[in-house]
């Protein structure tokens, strides 16, 4: 089961962007983890310096910017 991690402190466009997340997989019929990521700290140590980010199998794949779904599914294809 692949994991997939929302990098941000809780905004608006973090919530987003886990809420899309979980439609792409929901969508794909997938059975994977939505982790919220929310420590600076944490967050720092994948060198994002903006959120929200996406990482999936522990590889950014978006950061500063709410992805779409379609991006979502593509890279979980």
Known sequence: MAVIKILGTGCA????????AAEAVADLGLDHDIVKVSEVADI????VMMTPAVVIDEEVKSAGKVPSVDEVK????
């Open 13 to 20: 466009k973090c919530e987003k962007a886990a809420k899309i």
């Open 44 to 47: 720092m140590a994948y060198g």
């Open 74 to 77: 593509g890279w979980l294809a």
